[in-house]
């Protein structure tokens, strides 16, 4: 059975940082993309970034600059670094396996002074 569980969503004040983890079990993990997609009230869910088993990245263009992935194969999780946080990266965010259609639960960022 296929696990991926996101933490480290809160809130904070415009320009904070957070780091969402998330944690992938049941899968061969290093052998798959994994990304990070959000979706905001009222919008379709977005990708935000994703990053493929051999490192490659791609970022949407209103987060780059101000968000990192990095994975780490051994330990099965992915890490999204946001920093300079805005008012509309508030959003739920949601780890996924895109090849095999696999999604967490989700963790909620809100950015608000």
């Known amino acids: 059975q296929v696990h991926l569980v996101e933490s480290g969503g809160g809130e904070v004040q415009p320009g904070g940082s957070l780091r969402l983890s998330c944690a992938a079990s049941?899968?061969?993990?290093?052998?798959?993309?994994m990304g990070w997609f959000r979706q905001a009230p009222g919008k379709q869910r977005e990708l935000v970034v994703s990053?493929?088993?051999?490192?490659?990245?791609n970022y949407a263009d209103s987060v780059k600059g101000r968000i990192t992935i990095s994975r780490d194969n051994a330990k099965n999780t992915v890490y999204l670094q946001m920093n300079g946080l805005k008012p509309e990266d508030t959003a739920t965010y949601y780890c996924?396996?895109?090849?095999?259609?696999?999604w967490g639960q989700g963790t909620q960022v809100t950015v608000s002074s």
């Open positions: 996924a396996t895109p090849q095999l259609n696999y």
């Open positions: 049941g899968i061969i993990f290093s052998a798959y993309i």
């Open positions: 990053i493929t088993a051999r490192g490659s990245i």
